[in-house]
């Protein structure tokens, strides 16, 4: 027979007001929370952060106090370009990602602390299991108020596994970045070598170009009144003024298209829009000759081992392998350790102070039945990879080709222009003379003078197409502009290195051509090129 329960059972307690002020003050900033707005940008907000971005944008950037040559206009771009240092930061963050990875194969250490407080007591009953009795008094067995504390020390070997190809895969996902950068630098090169020709010519030829234009607008009126007053043929008059609108309007077209070269230069080394600067004509320092080349089968072998494009698909080759034993790994039951030492202040305990030690084996049944289709995606993935690198390699050969034929074309261009360029001069010369003589009149020979500076113009883009199929070239090999890290130095430093690694490219992709030599005096900007190109002629077999 069974004791009833006592009929001073312990009632229902009650919380206290300060309870329910400190969940009123919890549940506020939630309840508020959930009807927060955003408040938008206003316009004088914006125009701050406009005014910020902009001294940011240029603070770092010193502005040319002399005339820019090529490699200085390159180093500017390597150091100052902001696309190139956006490439640069996100390599950086990647790999500051992979040694954070690297921190997960470390075991755990935990602390923890703790604090309760509860009114009234946790007091309890008991009932006994064998007699069924109620004990007639409550007791307690913690502490109103109680703080606790652990150090835990724990390690898993499943863990431990993943974070370790992961940790490799981030390691060639930095890799990658750095290809990514690379691959901007060449293009960033390249693009600069074009635009600093381009806005070379429009420089150069600026005081040329008004001075026939007006040499051209007193030839029209003088045409027109010959042909009012019946001075001349009607028909030579009209001619003459067709064939000079002709000529001008060529002019005039090709060197709008060369003076926007100025601004995307600007845009390419990272000068302030419209910033006034000049450049250096400095065409004396190239290769007067780079006909001798090696074969493209070599070339082709250069660029197979330097590309950007099928490095970046071998180490994606690593990330996806990595990815599959990943997936292999995590079929494996893991197993954890820990170690910890403990403190409870609880007064009713006989230890307040231990230490435990434990091991737990833990298996994801679930994961051993999808797991081969995990595995099996992932050697999907391996095979896009492979099949993809393989695309890369074919269209490396293909663009290496495509690359050395634009050079051999450029190149057979330019002479061609050269040889166009000399005929038109030598028809000014002799216009000059007859006109000096008075055997014809002042209206041909500059007719002749604006087709000769017609021939420059189009000089000046077959060599500025020319430069831009040469560095296509060097940007399509993978030849790197800058050691690694080389882009921190200053501007000097880096139009040295440059220098360096040109020379060094001209001599393993074009053995027999020579530097000209470098008297050291400065050139004519109008001239220098013109010059450069006649020794072309006279050095070069045309073929």
Same mark, same amino acid.
């Given at each position: 027979?069974?004791?009833?329960?006592?009929?001073?059972?312990?009632?229902?307690?009650?919380?206290?007001?300060?309870?329910?002020?400190?969940?009123?003050?919890?549940?506020?900033?939630?309840?508020?929370?959930?009807?927060?707005?955003?408040?938008?940008?206003?316009?004088?907000?914006?125009?701050?952060?406009?005014?910020?971005?902009?001294?940011?944008?240029?603070?770092?950037?010193?502005?040319?106090?002399?005339?820019?040559?090529?490699? !200085?206009?390159?180093?500017?771009?390597?150091?100052?370009?902001?696309? #190139?240092?956006?490439?640069?930061?996100? %390599?950086?963050?990647?790999?500051?990602?992979?040694?954070?990875?690297?921190?997960?194969?470390?075991?755990?250490?935990?602390?923890?602390?703790?604090?309760?407080?509860?009114?009234? !007591?946790?007091? =309890?009953?008991?009932?006994?299991?064998?007699?069924?009795?109620?004990?007639?008094?409550?007791?307690?067995?913690?502490?109103?108020?109680?703080?606790?504390?652990?150090?835990?020390?724990?390690?898993?070997?499943?863990?431990?596994?993943?974070?370790?190809?992961?940790?490799?895969?981030?390691?060639?996902?930095?890799?990658?970045?750095?290809?990514?950068?690379?691959?901007?630098?060449?293009?960033?090169?390249?693009?600069?070598?074009?635009?600093?020709?381009?806005?070379?010519?429009?420089?150069?030829?600026?005081?040329?170009?008004?001075?026939?234009?007006?040499?051209?607008?007193?030839?029209?009126?003088?045409?027109?009144?010959?042909?009012?007053?019946? #001075?001349?043929?009607?028909?030579?008059?009209?001619?003459?003024?067709?064939?000079?609108?002709?000529?001008?309007?060529?002019?005039?077209?090709?060197?709008?298209?060369?003076?926007?070269?100025?601004?995307?230069?600007?845009?390419?080394?990272?000068?302030?829009?419209?910033?006034?600067?000049? #450049?250096?004509?400095?065409?004396?320092?190239?290769?007067?000759?780079?006909?001798?080349?090696?074969?493209?089968?070599?070339?082709?072998?250069?660029?197979?081992?330097?590309?950007?494009?099928?490095?970046?698909?071998?180490?994606?080759?690593?990330?996806?392998?990595? %990815?599959?034993?990943?997936?292999?790994?995590?079929?494996?039951?893991?197993?954890?350790?820990? #170690?910890?030492?403990?403190?409870?202040?609880?007064?009713?305990?006989?230890?307040?102070?231990?230490?435990?030690?434990?091991?737990?084996?833990?298996?994801?049944?679930?994961?051993?039945?999808?797991?081969?289709?995990?595995?099996?995606?992932?050697?999907?993935?391996?095979?896009?990879?492979?099949?993809?690198?393989?695309?890369?390699?074919?269209?490396?050969?293909?663009?290496?080709?495509?690359?050395?034929?634009?050079?051999?074309?450029?190149?057979?261009?330019?002479?061609?222009?050269?040889?166009?360029?000399?005929?038109?001069?030598?028809?000014?010369?002799?216009?000059?003379?007859?006109?000096?003589?008075?055997? !014809?009149?002042?209206?041909?020979?500059?007719?002749?003078?604006?087709?000769?500076?017609?021939?420059?113009?189009?000089?000046? !883009?077959?060599?500025?197409?020319?430069?831009?199929?040469?560095?296509?070239?060097?940007?399509?090999?993978?030849?790197?502009?800058?050691?690694?890290?080389?882009?921190?130095?200053?501007?000097?430093?880096?139009?040295?290195?440059?220098?360096?690694?040109?020379?060094?490219?001209?001599?393993?992709?074009?053995?027999?051509?020579?530097?000209?030599?470098? =008297?050291?005096?400065?050139?004519?900007?109008?001239?220098?090129?013109?010059?450069?190109?006649?020794?072309?002629?006279?050095?070069?077999?045309?073929?």
């Amino acid at each position: 027979m069974t004791n009833p329960a006592p009929s001073t059972a312990p009632r229902r307690p009650t919380l206290p007001g300060a309870f329910w002020i400190a969940l009123f003050c919890l549940a506020n900033p939630l309840l508020v929370s959930c009807t927060l707005t955003i408040p938008a940008i206003t316009t004088k907000e914006q125009e701050q952060l406009v005014k910020e971005d902009q001294i940011t944008l240029f603070a770092e950037q010193k502005l040319p106090d002399k005339p820019l040559s090529l490699h !200085e206009a390159m180093a500017r771009a390597l150091k100052y370009n902001l696309d #190139l240092r956006q490439k640069n930061m996100e %390599e950086a963050l990647s790999r500051k990602q992979g040694e954070v990875t690297e921190l997960e194969m470390l075991p755990r250490l935990v602390t923890s602390a703790g604090y309760s407080s509860r009114s009234p !007591e946790d007091a =309890s009953i008991s009932k006994s299991v064998l007699s069924g009795s109620v004990s007639k008094e409550a007791s307690v067995s913690s502490d109103a108020i109680s703080k606790n504390g652990d150090l835990t020390l724990s390690w898993n070997w499943l863990d431990f596994g993943v974070s370790y190809f992961q940790t490799r895969q981030d390691g060639n996902k930095a890799l990658v970045q750095h290809e990514y950068r690379r691959k901007a630098a060449h293009n960033l090169i390249r693009d600069v070598r074009f635009a600093f020709w381009k806005a070379t010519a429009a420089q150069s030829l600026d005081n040329n170009m008004n001075a026939i234009r007006k040499e051209s607008e007193q030839a029209l009126e003088e045409a027109r009144t010959a042909e009012q007053e019946g #001075l001349r043929s009607p028909t030579y008059s009209l001619q003459f003024q067709l064939g000079m609108m002709e000529t001008m309007r060529q002019i005039e077209k090709s060197l709008a298209e060369l003076s926007q070269a100025r601004e995307e230069l600007a845009l390419l080394i990272h000068l302030p829009p419209g910033s006034p600067y000049q #450049l250096r004509d400095d065409s004396n320092t190239m290769m007067t000759s780079l006909g001798a080349s090696v074969t493209p089968e070599t070339l082709e072998q250069i660029a197979l081992s330097s590309r950007p494009e099928l490095l970046i698909e071998r180490y994606q080759g690593r990330i996806e392998a990595d %990815e599959t034993r990943k997936a292999i790994a995590r079929l494996f039951p893991g197993l954890e350790f820990n #170690l910890s030492k403990n403190y409870d202040s609880n007064s009713y305990l006989v230890n307040q102070h231990w230490a435990q030690v434990g091991a737990r084996l833990s298996w994801n049944l679930l994961r051993t039945l999808t797991g081969q289709t995990q595995i099996d995606l992932s050697k999907e993935r391996e095979n896009v990879v492979r099949t993809r690198r393989l695309v890369a390699h074919m269209a490396v050969l293909s663009q290496t080709r495509i690359a050395y034929l634009e050079y051999r074309n450029s190149e057979k261009m330019l002479h061609r222009t050269i040889i166009e360029s000399s005929i038109r001069q030598r028809m000014q010369n002799h216009a000059a003379d007859r006109s000096a003589l008075g055997l !014809e009149s002042q209206l041909s020979y500059v007719h002749a003078a604006a087709a000769y500076l017609l021939g420059r113009i189009q000089q000046y !883009e077959a060599y500025a197409r020319y430069q831009s199929a040469l560095g296509h070239l060097y940007a399509t090999l993978g030849l790197d502009p800058l050691q690694d890290g080389s882009e921190h130095e200053e501007i000097d430093q880096l139009v040295r290195h440059l220098q360096e690694n040109e020379r060094r490219w001209q001599q393993m992709i074009f053995p027999g051509a020579k530097p000209t030599s470098s =008297s050291g005096k400065e050139t004519n900007a109008n001239q220098s090129v013109t010059n450069l190109l006649e020794d072309y002629v006279g050095s070069t077999e045309f073929r």
